[in-house]
Nanobody
Framework: QVQLVESGGGLVQPGGSLRLSCAAS????????MGWYRQAPGKQREFVAI???????NYASSVKGRFTISRDGAKNTVHLQMSDLEPEDTAVYYC???????WGQGTQVTVSS
């Protein structure tokens, strides 16, 4: 069974930074496309960023230039470096593994003064 463990959420002031991490584990798990999504109160879950097995990345327009997704070599461990955070970034952030489709438990990010 595949499991995703997330860490790094918390409370930060506007303009601050946070780094989220997600580690996937499971028997026979191959290197995988991984991504981050977020869900704000009263809103649907939305795409944030994705990284392919070869390291190519893609971002939502709302975070491009402020967020950076990366992975630890040829591992199913990804990070989301978030900078210049805005109150609108407040949400539960979820890690996602493409195959088999798996979601993490979510980590809360709150941007507030």
């Amino acid at each position: 069974q595949v499991q995703l463990v997330e860490s790094g959420g918390g409370l930060v002031q506007p303009g601050g930074s946070l780094r989220l991490s997600c580690a996937a584990s499971g028997s026979g798990l191959s290197i995988n496309v991984m991504g981050w999504y977020r869900q704000a109160p009263g809103k649907q879950r939305e795409f944030v960023a994705i990284i392919t097995t070869s390291g190519n990345t893609n971002y939502a327009s709302s975070v491009k230039g402020r967020f950076t997704i990366s992975r630890d070599g040829a591992k199913n461990t990804v990070h989301l470096q978030m900078s210049d955070l805005e109150p609108e970034d407040t949400a539960v952030y979820y890690c996602h593994l493409a195959s088999p489709p798996t979601w993490g438990q979510g980590t809360q990010v709150t941007v507030s003064s």
